[in-house]
């Protein structure tokens, strides 16, 4: 059960704000923005590369998403939790266009990505 409150949860899942995704290597954190979809404390992710290979080795990840305002941070969200890469393409294809659909872009755009699913395990928010 996570600790994502109802406020936070309707950013998560409303506001295209970027998320820096935290996988591990070789013991070591490897952290990239990428764009996501929230729902149901479940996170979705369409990436590539080397983010794949690590949560395929390590499937342990984090989340750190926040909204700011001209510099000034209005909220935070950071979310713990285990991802696994999905390999069928139709549930890759759908999320895709979803997350695409979020931030604005084609929903073809992106088509050499792959799943990740996070199934979220904790949570902190706070508002400044």
Request: proline share 5%; net charge negative; hydrophobic share 35%.
């Given at each position: 059960?996570?600790?994502?409150?109802?406020?936070?949860?309707?950013?998560?899942?409303?506001?295209?704000?970027?998320?820096?995704?935290?996988?591990?290597?070789?013991?070591?954190?490897?952290?990239?923005?990428?764009?996501?979809?929230?729902?149901?404390?479940?996170?979705?992710?369409?990436?590539?590369?080397?983010?794949?290979?690590?949560?395929?080795?390590?499937?342990?990840?984090?989340?750190?998403?926040?909204?700011?305002?001209?510099?000034?941070?209005?909220w935070m969200v950071t979310l713990l939790g285990t991802a696994s890469v999905i390999e069928d393409e139709a549930e890759t294809e759908a999320a895709r266009r979803r997350i695409n659909e979020k931030y604005g872009?084609?929903?073809?755009?992106?088509?050499?990505?792959?799943?990740?699913?996070?199934?979220?395990?904790?949570?902190?928010?706070?508002?400044?």
């Amino acid at each position: 059960m996570t600790t994502v409150p109802p406020e936070a949860e309707r950013l998560l899942e409303n506001e295209p704000v970027m998320a820096h995704f935290a996988t591990s290597v070789d013991g070591r954190p490897h952290v990239a923005p990428v764009w996501f979809r929230y729902e149901d404390d479940l996170v979705e992710i369409v990436t590539t590369g080397r983010k794949l290979e690590n949560v395929r080795e390590n499937p342990k990840v984090a989340l750190s998403i926040q909204n700011d305002d001209d510099g000034d941070t209005q909220w935070m969200v950071t979310l713990l939790g285990t991802a696994s890469v999905i390999e069928d393409e139709a549930e890759t294809e759908a999320a895709r266009r979803r997350i695409n659909e979020k931030y604005g872009a084609p929903t073809d755009a992106y088509e050499e990505n792959r799943l990740v699913r996070v199934d979220v395990g904790t949570a902190s928010y706070r508002t400044y």
